[in-house]
């Protein structure tokens, strides 16, 4: 018999995003191997009042009829379903945490969460940065193990009319790319991003050749677009907005570097940097900086270049100077974070108690 497990998330498609696409992906692939159910939401957060009794009342439903091995929850806000839930059930609970659900600065966030983790096993980290936060915390480190987010190539396919949506994002840009040396950030402007400084003190300092391409919408729209404005940029730097995933593929499949700058941000921390995988498993080596997770999306010197945060002539010497082997970067990538071996590493752990390296990454 399939060995059965729950999965509860509160974010999944059809909402877009990141930890969307981790929930999707990881249970899409359990559902290969095993029998899963799953309760999951695609509204916001303002539909957690409700959302979070109906987990338990319908975990607890579950756990009764079926005999449920583990249940695994998708983010750490979901620690206190999950504490309520091992009690209630007597069934193991694990859970991942991405980041910011652990850090988020809200003292009541902070006196509630961490001490509902503690109580949960295992906890995986997508990061290394991730798990020292939980460290932080008091988080017993037996508990806590490391496996990064994964990708899934067929995403990445590149669409027939990539060739027209290329012409469009021109059209928007109001310059052509022809000639032209591509960089790419894909990502919400968020003030961790570090696009604003990117902006101001490192295209400056690129050749005329150098044009910057900004795939996202966020807080920081309009100061990037008043910085680009006020540096005269606007004919070598351009905010696209949010796009598809057709043109985000044309795009990668065009560009000739993914940038991330991010810069330190109290209380909100880069949790690992899926953008880093998405631009190496399309072959575009990446330029980032080396802080938090994107330490484990990026291997620094094959898939791309870790530089110092906040430092312009860091960024623009690995630009002007990338080396790196297109093919191999897409390889390695592809090979490294893909689902089915990341949910490999997930089963190990969740379901046959493999004693893997609680700070081990692959």
């Not at 060739?163 to 919400?188: M, P, W, Y």
Request: net charge positive.
């Amino acid at each position: 018999m399939k060995p059965l497990i729950l999965f509860i998330t509160r974010n999944y498609p059809p909402k877009v995003g990141g930890l969307e696409n981790y929930s999707y992906h990881l249970i899409r692939q359990f559902e290969k191997s095993c029998t899963v159910f799953k309760i999951t939401s695609s509204r916001s957060r303002a539909h957690l009042f409700w959302f979070l009794p109906f987990c338990l009342v319908t975990a607890v439903r579950l756990c009764r009829r079926h005999p449920i091995r583990r249940i695994h929850l998708c983010d750490g806000l979901l620690s206190p379903i999950g504490l309520m839930l091992r009690v209630a059930t007597r069934t193991p609970v694990s859970i991942t945490v991405h980041g910011l659900d652990v850090t988020c600065r809200f003292p009541v966030y902070q006196r509630l969460i961490p001490s509902c983790l503690r109580r949960l096993d295992p906890i995986v980290c997508v990061s290394r940065s991730t798990r020292e936060a939980c460290l932080q915390r008091g988080i017993p480190a037996a508990k806590c193990h490391v496996i990064p987010n994964g990708m899934d190539p067929e995403v990445l396919q590149l669409p027939a009319d990539h060739e027209a949506l290329l012409g469009e994002i021109q059209d928007h840009c109001g310059f052509s790319f022809n000639g032209k040396k591509i960089l790419l950030t894909v990502g919400r402007l968020v003030p961790r991003k570090g696009i604003a400084w990117f902006v101001r003190e490192v295209m400056p300092q690129m050749p005329p050749d150098v044009v910057y391409l900004i795939a996202g919408k966020g807080p920081e729209f309009s100061l990037i677009d008043r910085t680009t404005r006020d540096l005269g940029l606007k004919g070598r730097v351009s905010l696209l907005g949010r796009i598809s995933d057709g043109q985000r593929n044309a795009l990668l499949a065009r560009a000739d570097i993914c940038v991330m700058p991010n810069v330190s941000t109290p209380g909100d921390m880069e949790g690992f940097g899926i953008s880093a995988i998405e631009a190496g498993a399309a072959g575009v080596p990446v330029v980032a900086s080396n802080l938090e997770g994107i330490r484990d999306a990026v291997i620094d010197g094959v898939t791309g270049y870790l530089v110092a945060e906040k430092d312009p002539k860091a960024f623009r010497d690995k630009i002007i100077g990338m080396d790196l082997d297109r093919q191999n970067i897409r390889a390695t990538v592809r090979s490294t974070f893909n689902w089915v071996a990341i949910a490999g590493r997930y089963r190990d752990l969740l379901l046959h108690a493999a004693k893997a390296g609680s700070d081990d990454v692959k």
